[in-house]
């Protein structure tokens, strides 16, 4: 008797879980960031985030898109791609999105060196 497999839900539950627990440590690193450069605002690397000098900072982030990834290519999967077209789209749309965030959190900390958090405030 054959029977058809069942959708691969499980991938998609473990892409959540290494996406959710990566964003806990890299709020928790960021945080710690941006207390130390409130601390040190006249340091040239306050309010700004390198790969080179923060490396806990850029692992978690790259945890964060890893657990994207497999939940998207998860969710491909289930909806009846094949394994290689699923996680190809999804590595392109997480390379796309997450080069965009890391931008968009450079930026915003640069406003903050600039304008403190009043320059944040949407009014």
Do not use: H, R
């Not at 700004?48 to 806990?56: F, G, N, S």
């Amino acid at each position: 008797m054959y029977y058809l497999p069942q959708p691969p839900f499980f991938v998609a539950i473990i892409g959540v879980f290494i996406a959710i627990t990566s964003g806990a440590a890299f709020q928790n690193l960021l945080e710690q960031k941006l207390k130390k450069s409130y601390q040190d605002s006249k340091q040239q690397t306050s309010f700004k985030i390198d790969p080179t000098q923060d490396p806990a900072i850029a692992i978690t982030f790259s945890g964060i898109c890893l657990g994207v990834w497999v939940f998207l290519g998860g969710g491909l999967l289930v909806l009846g791609f094949g394994f290689i077209p699923a996680y190809g789209v999804a590595l392109l749309l997480t390379l796309f999105t997450s080069g965009l965030v890391w931008d968009q959190i450079n930026d915003v900390l640069k406003q903050l060196k600039e304008g403190g958090s009043k320059a944040l405030e949407l009014e």
